[in-house]
């Protein structure tokens, strides 16, 4: 499943445990005040291990996976 939206749905799904995999890609361009998403852990068992990182002219483009306590590596 593919779910696309801003800082506010991403918090609810991470919040959810319904997303496996998180990707942020960012544009270095300012709209209006913003929502940012890391301004509080939807849970504090969550880890986001940084997968891919890759550029293009215009963005960022991250990939973080979603690990939980069940399925965290030692």
Known sequence: MLVNGGA???RQYLAASAIDEL?????PTILGAGTR???ER???NLLLRPSTANTSPL???LTYEVERPATRRS
């Not at 990707?23 to 544009?27: A, F, K, N, P």
């Open 23 to 27: 990707r942020l890609h960012l544009v």
């Open 8 to 10: 506010d749905m991403a």
């Open 59 to 61: 963005a960022i483009h």
């Open 42 to 44: 939807p849970s504090p």
């Open 37 to 39: 998403l890391f301004d």
